[in-house]
């Protein structure tokens, strides 16, 4: 049931394509008396105003539709020239099908524009060849975009929606009163905040999901104020964090010791001060994200703090025994540095996010790559990552490219009139999954059954009288494109044989049998789409999203291992950090799945399987394998014996992830590695490393735990009990260490 502001919209959208159709398709036909220029400006509105879903305000979407409008007469005239061969039009259509709909890589804006692009070649690569007729294709085509534009902007125009700036804006001042300590928000409160960030919750114009620099930058900084969010709830759920705030060290210390860095009554020291650094910097990014444009200084500030709050629980805990912090202390530390390092992060992204233009390297540049690589490189990668039969994307433009090449050949070998009607439900009638695709073709061929009969009996009954068709012909438009999308599938296409109907009618003498044309092309398309349906991912992403989340599991493992290795093994740095690319691209082609896979029906097994939780625990490794290299290798090599403990835990959780890789994969698990020993040797240190590393891979660790349910079924469990699995949903938290929480 569709919400009053969803049918508000529907009218106006039904409104507006109306008034610019009929604005065009009458002066042409009546005045000028020039059909095929009426032709094109009567189809033009209704390929981008109803068959594209264009998101966005008013002005955004007339942006859109004037920025397709050059593509849009490139597609007419590539049509018309290889319409002189059924063969030509059908490699055109494979070609341009992939690449148009290929196109939701660019963002949402592109991919609900290329539907009504394709129409547009579809219209010109039909027979008859008549290149001398291109001119008056291009005139009609440009009068009904223009017009339709001009609806757009000034008749009953969409309201435009928060920006995504203002939403992250706000949830950045909300990190930022929390880490004040003077905000009393709760846990839950705080995560609100942060799951308010997420694209399923944002308007499909307001996600930053596009290739270019700005909107990778934006979509980080969005990840990173989540992230900072969870932790800030999960410090203060555990009374870490209270709601006064840390206590703030002294700044007026005596002349020879550091400023702000007295230890306090627990023998923490510099924790309140980095605390309130991290609220004063989520407070200038919340304005800079406000005001459009950021500050002069930059994030080197947060990073020099954080090395010097680094530098001196080094120098505590090799101290004198006395000195030493308790570890309860150090856990805290461990913690607050990685909530500067997520506001660290929060920073650099919110910096390029409102420059948009090249800067210069930001460390770690495994996360902030694209910050000084050239636009040319940055489409590259996105289109090279997605150039995979893993990819989501790519499959759906082979599916449809293959589909509309194939009911060009037929509609071209058998002849068909007005065969672009089989394309056009190829194209209206396809989903991504085989299911869905049969569901919608039983509804349109009832619809257009219906149709057809009454489209006969009109065409009979009126006979010659055009000027009846053309009474008819713009209230017919304005219902059809207002209780179509009301009413579901069958009514759009029942009412839409009558609008084509009454069109043709006027273009030329036209008979019943325009209606059995328009019935059988339907079929054809029809049978194409199923056809392809079947032959080509039949299941959509229900098969993918859990090949996806394998090969995130398995590329994550090896970060897990790697990342302990650089911060334990002797001389401290001989091992670089892991390498991170690959997890990347798998983290993006299981995010393209993932977000396919919430907007198709799912059966009750994959409902229940908590994939959202996958991409938490990858993004918590990701980032951990980033930062603890970064601001944890000691000055001296660590105890073997904790060294080699760290390594232990480590070894088992990447174990543990490549268990859960083979369950998501429907492969036989391997074994889990038995525990290692799980408490320090007496008199060891707490080290600020390895407590640091301690946290992380607990909180990697009870992640990895929370996962037992991402597979239906049962599992056999290390210690020999049979779990249960399944149950939970997107939402669902699985539950973090206290070192860095996912985003």
């Known amino acids: 049931m569709k919400s009053g502001a969803e049918r508000t919209a529907i009218l106006h959208r039904s409104l507006r394509v109306s008034v610019a159709a009929t604005a065009g398709f009458y002066p042409f036909l009546y005045g000028l008396q020039e059909p095929t220029v009426a032709l094109y400006a009567l189809f033009a509105p209704i390929a981008l105003g109803l068959l594209s879903s264009i998101p966005g305000s008013g002005r955004q979407r007339a942006e859109v539709m004037l920025k397709a409008l050059p593509v849009g007469l490139l597609l007419v005239t590539l049509g018309t020239a290889l319409a002189v061969r059924t063969w030509a039009a059908v490699l055109g259509m494979l070609v341009i099908g992939f690449m148009l709909a290929f196109a939701a890589v660019a963002g949402p804006r592109p991919a609900g524009a290329a539907p009504g692009l394709q129409l547009f070649y579809i219209l010109a690569c039909f027979p008859p060849y008549a290149p001398d007729t291109l001119g008056l294709r291009l005139a009609g085509l440009t009068a009904g975009v223009l017009l339709l534009a001009a609806c757009e902007r000034f008749l009953l125009p969409e309201p435009a929606d928060v920006s995504y700036r203002e939403s992250l804006a706000e949830a950045v001042a909300v990190a930022g009163a929390a880490a004040r300590g003077n905000s009393g928000a709760s846990p839950e409160s705080l995560r609100e905040a942060g799951a308010r960030l997420r694209f399923s919750y944002l308007?499909?114009?307001?996600?930053?999901?596009?290739?270019?620099?700005?909107?990778?930058?934006?979509?980080?900084?969005?990840?990173?104020?989540?992230?900072?969010?969870?932790?800030?709830?999960?410090?203060?759920?555990?009374?870490?964090?209270?709601?006064?705030?840390?206590?703030?060290?002294?700044?007026?210390?005596?002349?020879?010791?550091?400023?702000?860095?007295?230890?306090?009554?627990?023998?923490?020291?510099?924790?309140?001060?980095?605390?309130?650094?991290?609220?004063?910097?989520?407070?200038?990014?919340?304005?800079?994200?406000?005001?459009?444009?950021?500050?002069?200084?930059?994030?080197?500030?947060?990073?020099?703090?954080?090395?010097?709050?680094?530098?001196?629980?080094?120098?505590?805990?090799t101290g004198p025994a006395a000195e030493v912090p308790p570890v309860p202390v150090l856990r805290r530390q461990a913690a607050l540095v990685a909530v500067a390092e997520s506001a660290r992060m929060l920073e650099a992204s919110v910096r390029v996010g409102l420059d948009g233009t090249r800067t210069a390297p930001i460390p770690p540049q495994g996360l902030f790559w694209y910050a000084d690589a050239p636009t040319a490189v940055l489409w590259y990668r996105r289109i090279a990552g997605n150039m995979t039969l893993h990819s989501v994307q790519f499959q759906n433009a082979v599916r449809i490219a293959l589909g509309l090449g194939a009911a060009r050949l037929v509609a071209g070998s058998l002849d068909l009139a007005h065969g672009f009607w089989v394309l056009l439900a190829v194209l209206t009638l396809s989903r991504t999954t085989v299911g869905e695709t049969w569901t919608a073709i039983r509804q349109a061929v009832a619809g257009t059954l219906v149709g057809a009969v009454a489209a006969g009996a009109l065409l009979v009954g009126l006979g010659g009288h055009t000027v009846v068709f053309a009474v008819l012909l713009a209230p017919g438009m304005l219902v059809a494109f207002a209780l179509g999308p009301l009413l579901g599938i069958a009514w759009a296409q029942g009412l839409f044989t009558l609008v084509v109907a009454t069109a043709f009618a006027q273009i030329a003498p036209a008979s019943w049998q325009l209606a059995e044309e328009r019935i059988v092309d339907v079929l054809a398309g029809s049978?194409?789409?199923?056809?392809?349906?079947?032959?080509?991912?039949?299941?959509?992403?229900?098969?993918?999203?859990r090949k996806a989340m394998a090969g995130l599991l398995r590329a994550t493992g090896p970060l897990i291992t790697g990342t302990a290795a650089a911060v334990t093994t002797a001389p401290p740095g001989s091992v670089p950090p892991p390498a991170t690319l690959v997890a990347f691209n798998r983290l993006r082609l299981a995010e393209a799945a993932y977000a396919q896979f919430r907007s198709e029906p799912a059966g009750s097994t994959h409902a229940r399987a908590d994939w959202h939780a996958v991409l938490i625990v990858a993004n918590h490794i990701l980032v951990g394998a980033h930062w603890l290299p970064r601001f944890d290798l000691p000055e001296r090599a660590l105890p073997a014996g904790a060294a080699d403990r760290a390594c232990s835990t480590a070894g088992r959780a990447a174990a543990t992830a490549d268990r859960l890789a083979a369950l998501c994969g429907g492969e036989r698990p391997p074994p889990l590695p038995?525990?290692?020993?799980?408490?320090?040797?007496?008199?060891?240190?707490?080290?600020?490393?390895?407590?640091?590393?301690?946290?992380?891979?607990?909180?990697?660790?009870?992640?990895?735990?929370?996962?037992?349910?991402?597979?239906?079924?049962?599992?056999?469990?290390?210690?020999?009990?049979?779990?249960?699995?399944?149950?939970?949903?997107d939402t669902a938290r699985s539950v973090p260490g206290p070192g860095q929480p996912g985003s």
């Not at 049978?527 to 993918?544: F, M, N, Q």
């Open 674 to 729: 038995p525990p290692g020993p799980a408490s320090a040797p007496p008199g060891g240190r707490p080290l600020p490393a390895l407590v640091d590393l301690e946290l992380w891979l607990d909180g990697v660790a009870a992640q990895l735990r929370g996962l037992d349910g991402v597979v239906p079924g049962t599992f056999r469990r290390a210690d020999g009990d049979t779990a249960p699995r399944g149950g939970g949903d």
């Open 527 to 545: 049978a194409v789409g199923l056809l392809c349906g079947l032959l080509a991912w039949p299941a959509g992403a229900r098969r993918e999203v």
């Open 203 to 317: 308007p499909a114009a307001e996600r930053p999901a596009g290739p270019g620099r700005k909107d990778r930058a934006l979509a980080q900084a969005g990840s990173a104020a989540r992230r900072l969010l969870e932790q800030l709830a999960h410090l203060t759920e555990t009374g870490v964090l209270p709601a006064g705030g840390l206590p703030c060290p002294d700044t007026t210390a005596p002349p020879g010791r550091l400023a702000g860095t007295d230890p306090g009554p627990d023998g923490d020291a510099g924790s309140g001060l980095m605390l309130r650094q991290v609220a004063a910097l989520c407070g200038r990014m919340a304005a800079a994200l406000r005001a459009g444009r950021a500050g002069v200084a930059g994030p080197d500030r947060m990073e020099e703090a954080v090395r010097g709050f680094q530098q001196l629980r080094v120098r505590q805990a």
